[in-house]
């Protein structure tokens, strides 16, 4: 630690606002089984230090691949140079190194995806192709700040994923599943059932073959538990980090205090949950985790900040700030982000509705980050008649303005529902975890491949 001081000292010596180093050393294991077969085993070891100095309103940045005191020391003296500094300063040179290289706790086990894919294939003959990635890893971090913080953690993560492909009448249907967690590949194979997970697959997979085409037009919408908040996440969540705000980006600039939703909406970010594939204890500046209320019954209450737009804004930090790698700077970045339960029973709101979209699953589009206009594809949707859920449907596209929608939001359930997944923003790639319970749209713009219903009226 006597190091770290050291280092802690001549960081404060730069003279910047503040300043950080963020070393870090990751190990990933990887092996991915395709048709019956392994088709890539892969450990990847990775490792730097990134030093960043805040200086009369400018972030200077610099990095280096080796994780020694002297490395950081030196990337601190080159920021110094690039931020103006006149003199040179007597840097630290120790080879002591700033974190440890832990592998990961297990691998697993190579039979049981074999296993895995051949009780996927018995299933069907229907069946052409079974794709299987498993991905455990452990990243250990230090962290310390010109503010005096030091923070040493490790960070282990685990991602299961299954893809299946049938035929069906010669035409080719996909089926995915992906589960995820902030654990140990031990921990993630104690909690979750790869095997279901493989079925879930190839059950969607069959849905496909099976659905009938999506009418298109305005109706209701209800968005399941189990869509997991994707819409939410891109189209509202981004208008909250604080980077989008103070450029101005931002359709929420200026809406403190007021109502930017039902009343029926709060919406919360969350890195302390227990698990969640966008839980951590620190941020990658050292800031504590929190649990931030962004929409309080439909009022806007808070916004996402790293340390630099906290002191830009004159905003408190909020445990946001993220990086995917140590070679380049933090950002304010969602955690786990979620729509808090309502009162009603899911089934109550699906029968409540006389004809519209059930959406189960969420699959890719595009949002736009400043207005919130979205396009989403629908993995899992099935159309409802008089409260009745009936076929399954595909091609459909929800597409409209975040913002909107939670304005139009009608109902909202009691049964909160999390799914992992990836957020990208500038080139960086974080994991992430959105969450909502059943909700209740009463009106949203629905593209499909059957127009002969141009337009679902909305509940009144």
Same mark, same amino acid.
């Given at each position: 630690? &006597?190091?770290?001081?050291?280092?802690?000292?001549? !960081?404060?010596?730069?003279? *910047?606002?503040?300043?950080?180093?963020?070393?870090?050393?990751?190990?990933?294991?990887?092996?991915?089984?395709?048709?019956?077969?392994?088709?890539?085993?892969?450990?990847?070891?990775?490792?730097?230090?990134?030093?960043?100095?805040?200086?009369?309103?400018?972030?200077?940045?610099?990095?280096?691949?080796?994780?020694?005191?002297?490395?950081?020391?030196?990337?601190?003296?080159?920021?110094?140079?690039?931020?103006? *500094?006149?003199?040179?300063?007597?840097?630290?040179? $120790?080879?002591?190194?700033?974190? +440890?290289?832990?592998?990961?706790?297990?691998?697993?086990?190579?039979?049981?995806?074999?296993? %895995?894919?051949?009780?996927?294939?018995?299933? $069907?003959?229907?069946?052409?192709?079974?794709?299987?990635? @498993? =991905?455990?890893?452990?990243?250990?971090?230090?962290?310390?700040?010109?503010?005096?913080?030091?923070?040493?953690?490790?960070?282990?993560?685990?991602?299961?994923?299954?893809?299946?492909?049938?035929?069906?009448?010669?035409?080719?249907?996909?089926?995915?599943?992906?589960? *995820? #967690?902030?654990? &140990?590949? =031990?921990?993630?194979?104690?909690?979750?059932?790869?095997?279901?997970?493989?079925?879930?697959? !190839?059950?969607? *997979?069959?849905?496909?073959?099976?659905?009938?085409?999506?009418?298109?037009?305005?109706?209701?919408?209800?968005?399941?538990?189990?869509?997991?908040?994707?819409?939410?996440?891109? +189209?509202?969540?981004?208008? !909250?980090?604080?980077? %989008?705000?103070?450029?101005?980006?931002?359709?929420?600039?200026?809406? @403190?205090?007021?109502?930017?939703?039902?009343?029926?909406?709060?919406?919360?970010?969350?890195?302390?949950?227990?698990?969640?594939?966008?839980?951590?204890? @620190?941020?990658?500046?050292?800031?504590?985790?929190?649990?931030?209320?962004?929409?309080?019954?439909?009022?806007?209450?808070?916004?996402?900040? &790293?340390?630099?737009?906290?002191?830009?804004?004159?905003?408190?930090?909020?445990?946001?700030?993220?990086?995917? @790698?140590?070679?380049?700077?933090?950002?304010?970045?969602?955690?786990?982000?979620?729509?808090?339960?309502?009162?009603?029973?899911?089934?109550?709101?699906?029968?409540?509705?006389?004809?519209?979209?059930?959406?189960?699953?969420?699959?890719?589009?595009?949002?736009?980050?400043?207005?919130? &206009?979205?396009?989403?594809?629908?993995?899992?949707?099935?159309?409802?008649?008089?409260?009745?859920?009936?076929? #399954?449907?595909?091609?459909?596209?929800?597409?409209?303005?975040?913002?909107?929608?939670?304005?139009?939001?009608?109902?909202?359930?009691?049964?909160?529902?999390?799914?992992?997944?990836?957020?990208?923003?500038?080139?960086?790639?974080?994991?992430?975890?959105?969450?909502?319970?059943?909700?209740?749209?009463?009106?949203?713009?629905?593209?499909?491949?059957?127009? #002969?219903?141009?337009?679902?009226?909305?509940?009144?």
């Amino acid at each position: 630690m &006597d190091e770290l001081f050291e280092l802690g000292e001549f !960081l404060k010596k730069s003279e *910047a606002k503040f300043g950080d180093v963020f070393a870090a050393k990751s190990m990933v294991y990887s092996v991915e089984f395709e048709n019956g077969r392994i088709s890539e085993i892969q450990t990847t070891k990775n490792g730097g230090t990134g030093v960043r100095l805040l200086s009369q309103g400018n972030t200077i940045f610099s990095y280096t691949p080796g994780t020694l005191v002297k490395d950081a020391s030196d990337c601190i003296e080159d920021c110094r140079m690039r931020a103006g *500094a006149v003199s040179k300063m007597k840097g630290l040179h $120790s080879k002591r190194e700033l974190t +440890a290289q832990d592998s990961p706790t297990l691998k697993v086990d190579l039979e049981c995806l074999k296993g %895995i894919d051949s009780r996927i294939r018995k299933n $069907s003959s229907m069946v052409r192709q079974v794709r299987i990635r @498993f =991905k455990t890893g452990v990243s250990n971090v230090t962290m310390l700040s010109s503010e005096g913080v030091v923070v040493k953690k490790a960070r282990k993560s685990t991602i299961f994923s299954v893809q299946v492909v049938v035929e069906h009448k010669g035409s080719l249907f996909t089926g995915y599943e992906i589960k *995820a #967690a902030s654990v &140990d590949a =031990k921990r993630f194979l104690e909690r979750e059932d790869l095997v279901q997970i493989g079925q879930e697959a !190839l059950r969607r *997979a069959f849905l496909q073959a099976e659905a009938v085409l999506c009418p298109a037009g305005f109706m209701p919408v209800i968005l399941a538990g189990q869509a997991g908040g994707t819409m939410i996440h891109e +189209a509202c969540g981004h208008g !909250l980090e604080a980077d %989008i705000l103070e450029k101005d980006y931002s359709i929420y600039r200026g809406k @403190f205090g007021q109502k930017v939703a039902s009343e029926l909406v709060t919406l919360v970010d969350d890195a302390t949950l227990p698990d969640l594939y966008g839980s951590y204890d @620190f941020d990658d500046e050292g800031t504590p985790a929190q649990r931030t209320i962004l929409i309080e019954n439909g009022i806007l209450r808070g916004v996402l900040t &790293d340390v630099e737009t906290s002191i830009n804004m004159g905003l408190p930090k909020t445990g946001n700030g993220r990086r995917a @790698f140590w070679s380049v700077p933090p950002m304010p970045r969602m955690t786990n982000t979620f729509i808090m339960n309502g009162e009603q029973e899911p089934g109550e709101i699906i029968d409540s509705l006389k004809e519209g979209l059930l959406v189960l699953k969420m699959g890719g589009g595009e949002v736009h980050p400043t207005s919130g &206009d979205f396009v989403f594809h629908v993995e899992e949707g099935y159309l409802v008649e008089k409260g009745k859920v009936g076929k #399954a449907v595909k091609n459909a596209i929800l597409t409209g303005n975040g913002p909107e929608v939670l304005k139009r939001i009608k109902a909202v359930g009691n049964d909160l529902h999390f799914e992992a997944g990836v957020c990208g923003k500038s080139g960086q790639h974080v994991p992430v975890t959105d969450g909502q319970p059943t909700v209740l749209i009463d009106g949203l713009t629905v593209g499909g491949s059957d127009t #002969a219903n141009e337009n679902i009226s909305a509940l009144s």
